[in-house]
T-cell receptor
Framework: NAGVMQNPRHLVRRRGQEARLRCSPM?????VYWYRQLPEEGLKFMVY????????ESGMPKERFSAEFPKEGPSILRIQQVVRGDSAAYFC????????????FGPGTRLLVL | GESVGLHLPTLSVQEGDNSIINCAYS??????FIWYKQESGKGPQFIID?????DKRQGQRVTVLLNKTVKHLSLQIAATQPGDSAVYFC??????????????FGKGTKLTVNP
């Protein structure tokens, strides 16, 4: 049973470009969470999705950031017009359902904005 | 508000000693707690969890203690090994309006095990 998969593992973008981060949850998991981690800090919740639905996006910046989890395919975190402050590690986690279920994390995508 | 913090940002121990990593949380509505281990360049790895109706849970070489009175969580690692060197995060599961939940992470404690 493969774990949570994320790609790319490393992504370099210039200011103003778009970044697209992908996450495939563990098999049988229908809940996906995205987190951002700055160096030497903990993970900050961004968004929680189920298939075709955004459940909680209270941690998402109001502009330039969007997320989706389509019926088919991976979850996508999209950052438009990236700025240097977007440089961080972005982690995806999945769980089979909510209600006190452990979230299992992927290896992360490290975004560097030049 | 959302606040999960740690008493010690770094901890250095000798191989074979026991390690204790502490965590304070602020929200009494949190009902589930998880400890994660994160090695350099990797994603957080689940270690052990505990529900709010328990005060102690043991795993292999690890024990989590929960004191709801003072909102305190600790992770004990027995016979610490060099492979235990990592950053350890506690996370609290915070119920949200509408029935959803989210994890709130502390800043982390860096554990270094000296051979």
């Amino acid at each position: 049973n493969a774990g949570v998969m994320q790609n790319p593992r490393h992504l370099v973008r210039r200011r103003g470009q778009e970044a697209r981060l992908r996450c495939s949850p563990m098999k049988g998991h229908s809940h996906v969470y995205w987190y951002r981690q700055l160096p030497e800090e903990g993970l900050k919740f961004m968004v929680y999705l189920q298939k075709e639905n955004i459940i909680d996006e209270s941690g998402m910046p109001k502009e330039r950031f969007s997320a989706e989890f389509p019926k088919e395919g991976p979850s996508i975190l999209r950052i438009q017009q990236v700025v240097r402050g977007d440089s961080a590690a972005y982690f995806c986690a999945s769980s089979p359902r909510t209600d006190q279920e452990t979230q299992y994390f992927g290896p992360g995508t490290r975004l560097l904005v030049l | 508000g959302e606040s999960v913090g740690l008493h010690l940002p770094t901890l250095s121990v000798q191989e074979g000693d026991n390690s204790i990593i502490n965590c304070a949380y602020s929200n009494s509505a949190s009902d589930y707690f998880i400890w994660y281990k994160q090695e350099s360049g990797k994603g957080p790895q689940f270690i052990i969890d505990i529900r709010s109706n328990m005060d102690k849970r043991q795993g292999q070489r690890v024990t989590v203690l929960l004191n709801k009175t003072v909102k305190h969580l600790s992770l004990q690692i027995a016979a610490t090994q060099p492979g235990d060197s990592a950053v350890y995060f506690c996370a609290e599961n915070l119920p949200q309006r509408g029935g959803s939940e989210k994890l709130v992470f502390g800043k982390g404690t860096k554990l270094t095990v000296n051979p």
